[in-house]
Nanobody
């Protein structure tokens, strides 16, 4: 069974940066558009950014546009999220998955991002 493994989260001050990674061993990674999602305490999970299967097309939520960059390395079955100019409202657990609810794999444990001074 495919497992999604997120890493790279942590505690960072406002204005700081983090780079998240998503590994998907066992997935035919290059066949699927992928995405990052996040869930803040008391809120529903939301789409943050998505990337097409070959990495040509990317899309971002308005709240992160211009600050976050999604990328992928299909040779490594890995996706990344570079997060710059972080804000306290970016605090959440970040998850990766295939793009589109109908294609969701079982969710991984996610990686906690906390932005606080």
């Amino acid at each position: 069974q495919v497992q999604l493994v997120e890493s790279g989260g942590g505690l960072v001050q406002p204005g700081g940066s983090l780079r998240l990674s998503c590994a998907a061993p066992g997935l035919t990674f290059s066949s699927y558009a992928m995405a990052w999602y996040r869930q803040a305490p008391g809120k529903e999970r939301e789409l943050v950014a998505s990337i097409s299967n070959l990495g040509v097309v990317t899309n971002y939520a308005d709240s992160v546009k211009g600050r976050f960059t999604i990328s992928r390395d299909n040779a490594k079955n890995t996706m990344y999220l570079q997060m710059d100019s972080l804000k306290p409202e970016d605090t959440a657990v970040y998850y990766c998955n295939r793009r589109g609810a109908a294609l969701f794999l079982p969710w991984g444990q996610g990686t906690q991002v906390t932005v606080s001074s």
